[in-house]
């Protein structure tokens, strides 16, 4: 077993605007928004729905020129990535980097909350995009 995985801590979908985004997450499916935050480091704001032990985080470009403005252009709304919480995310980042895992963060960045993140290439994640979420 993994001591350094805890859990799934959430699954991130991209929207291109919150309030069309939350009459299916809040109204019709009967969520509860946690709390929504602006995260200049990754240039979004982000909806937070707890679902038992994880949660659903809705994600807006704050800007046309981010990586996520971008993904959604190209993409469209939907699945953009999974989050794992580590316990440790420098020891999961040394981990990684030993077995040749392609890192689009190499060292954590500030994330909602004040938690830190760091991502995981998709070429590496069998096309998965994989956050790494220390709490």
């Given at each position: 077993m993994n001591d350094l995985i805890k859990r799934i801590n959430h699954v991130a979908i991209v929207v291109p605007d919150f309030d069309a985004s939350m009459s299916f997450w809040r109204d019709a499916l009967g969520l509860d928004l946690a709390h929504t935050e602006e995260v200049p480091?990754?240039?979004?704001?982000?909806?937070?729905?707890?679902?038992?032990?994880?949660?659903?985080?809705?994600?807006?470009?704050?800007?046309?020129?981010?990586?996520?403005?971008?993904?959604?252009?190209?993409?469209?709304?939907?699945?953009h990535h999974i989050a794992l919480e580590v316990t440790d995310i420098h020891a999961m980042l040394d981990r990684l980097k030993a077995h040749n895992v392609r890192l689009i963060n190499p060292e954590p960045v500030p994330a909602a909350g004040g938690k830190l993140a760091a991502f995981i290439h998709p070429e590496s994640a069998n096309g998965v995009l994989v956050e790494l979420y220390q709490v």
């Open positions: 480091s990754q240039e979004v704001e982000v909806a937070f729905f707890p679902t038992g032990d994880s949660e659903i985080e809705l994600i807006r470009p704050t800007n046309e020129s981010s990586g996520v403005a971008k993904y959604l252009a190209k993409r469209g709304a939907g699945m």
